[in-house]
């Protein structure tokens, strides 16, 4: 149990489909992070929230569309994706402050067809 | 935030110490360096960080050379359920803001009996 809580663990989904990857940490952090593993490439940091204000966008294509309506649920909307975006996505949340490390969720296994 | 490098797989036999050595040697003063580790298939696991001084706690100690141009994560007593890849990660701490940490591609540790 790591506090931060990713639903599916698994999901597959067409290139038309639209779906949401979700996230929720039960450790009253107040930033919260979508990263991306690509099959043997190191993690990609996507996107960070501030208490709910997107600070980062790591020039995401659009069709990834994160959401915070608050700071402990984090939410990652897609639609027609590509092949290519098949991937682990991984939350994480840490306090806002100097020098808090990230906690991260155990991750979405996304394969798309 | 400085680069990092790690020897790329070890090898440490069950019960001896793991001794995971990191090179940072642009680091600068205000960076602090973080050990996160990743099971196969699982989010990343953080598992100690620092700044200057040497750090330990119940997973693993951390030890920083005086100059602090790199470091060692040392696990103990190393079992089998440690086998995974170590990261080293060097980074700005970013007053009132989050803690976006880059990862590269880490040490492969393999346990064995």
């Known amino acids: 149990e790591t506090g931060v809580t990713q639903t599916p663990r698994h999901l597959v989904m067409g290139m038309t489909n639209k779906k949401s990857l979700k996230c929720e940490q039960h450790l009253g952090h107040n930033a919260m992070y979508w990263y991306k593993q690509s099959a043997k490439k190191p993690l990609e940091l996507m996107f960070v929230y501030n208490f709910k204000e997107q600070t980062e966008n790591n020039s995401v294509p659009s069709r990834f569309s994160p959401e915070c309506p608050n700071s402990s649920h984090l939410f990652l909307h897609l639609h027609t994706l590509q092949p290519e975006d098949s991937a682990l996505y991984l939350c994480a949340s840490s306090q806002v402050g100097r020098d808090s490390p990230l906690h991260f969720g155990n991750g979405t296994r996304l394969t798309v067809t | 935030d400085a680069k990092t490098t790690q020897p790329t797989s070890m090898d440490c036999a069950e019960g001896r110490a793991a001794n995971l050595p990191c090179n940072h040697s642009?680091?600068?003063?205000?960076?602090?360096v973080y050990w996160y580790r990743q099971i196969h298939s699982q989010g990343p696991q953080y598992i100690i960080h620092g700044l200057k001084n040497n750090e330990t706690n119940e997973m693993a100690s951390l030890i920083i050379t005086e100059d602090r141009k790199s470091s060692t994560l040392i696990l103990p007593h190393a079992t089998l359920r440690d086998t995974a890849v170590y990261y080293c990660?060097?980074?700005?701490?970013?007053?009132?803001?989050?803690?976006?940490?880059?990862f590269g591609t880490g040490t492969q540790l393999k346990v064995e009996l």
């Open positions: 990660i060097v980074r700005v701490a970013v007053r009132g803001g989050g803690n976006k940490l880059t």
């Open positions: 642009t680091i600068s003063g205000n960076e602090y």
